[in-house]
């Protein structure tokens, strides 16, 4: 890997911020290779021996982004009491270890799932207060007439309480809806309140990323600027 500032290294390691680890140093309790560390100097993380207060740091993680086109009846679960395939037999055993799921689908639902080892993003894309849109594609057993995607717009009362307004639009019997809550089973909750029966939901998009174009079943790897 390439030599960073050791302040950087430090920081990125979980240590400390950027800033304490300045003065860590300047007060003499970092060393790199057993030499007291000075502001501005480098190291690399996977052949120095880098020490805070005599504690050896280690290197910071690499992040691992994919995105999953997720298959119908997978649970998105490392494991499934009932013994149900699970979405992690789709990657291969060297991953199933380093990475989580961010959010959920259930299991008759199909598209876009996000797997990372970064617990920043899966805090951001998990919380309802970041407003991350989540766009759903959901083919119905009737076309949908006015009254109906109004109310879908406006928030319907589910189980789980009272939905924010969606983005919503149709083509005949599929609706697109857009929305930034979590809820159990919501889109298909909101659709169901309004009269329409689902015959399939796809998740096409969440944030930026939309779901490439890979059959159900394979991911891709991603970067987070494509996700945030």
Same mark, same amino acid.
């Given at each position: 890997? $390439? ?10 390691? =979980? ?24 502001? =501005? ?9 880098? !020490?805070?207060?005599?504690? !050896? ?11 999953? /086109? ?15 395939? *699970? ?21 008759? !639902? ?6 990372? /080892?970064?617990?920043?993003? *899966? ?15 959901? $083919? ?19 189980? *789980? ?14 609706? !697109? ?22 015959? /399939? ?5 969440? /944030? ?8 159900? =079943? ?11």
């Amino acid at each position: 890997m $390439t030599k960073v500032r050791v302040q950087k290294l430090i920081s990125e390691a =979980g240590v400390a911020s950027r800033r304490k680890a300045e003065e860590f140093i300047k007060s003499g309790q970092v060393s790199i290779n057993g030499h007291r560390a000075k502001l =501005g100097d480098l190291a690399d993380p996977m052949l120095d021996k880098v !020490t805070v207060y005599g504690k !050896t740091i280690k290197p910071a993680e690499q992040k691992i982004y994919l995105a999953l /086109n997720k298959p119908k009846e997978y649970v998105v679960s490392k494991s499934d009491p009932q013994h149900r395939r *699970t979405i992690f037999k789709l990657l291969p055993p060297e991953l199933r270890t380093k990475v989580w799921n961010v959010g959920r689908l259930d299991y008759h !639902t199909e598209g876009l799932l996000i797997l990372t /080892n970064d617990g920043e993003l *899966t805090q951001q894309l998990a919380h309802p207060s970041f407003e991350h849109d989540k766009e759903y594609e959901v $083919t119905v057993n009737l076309p949908p007439n006015d009254q109906q995607l109004e109310q879908l717009r406006t928030g319907v009362d589910i189980a *789980t309480g009272t939905t924010y307004p969606a983005k919503v639009k149709s083509r005949g019997t599929v609706i !697109t809806i857009t929305i930034h809550e979590g809820k159990k089973r919501q889109v298909r909750r909101m659709i169901e309140t309004v009269g329409l029966a689902v015959k /399939n939901l796809k998740r096409i998009r969440v /944030n930026k990323l939309k779901l490439p174009d890979i059959p159900p =079943g394979q991911f891709v790897e991603v970067k987070k600027s494509d996700i945030l």
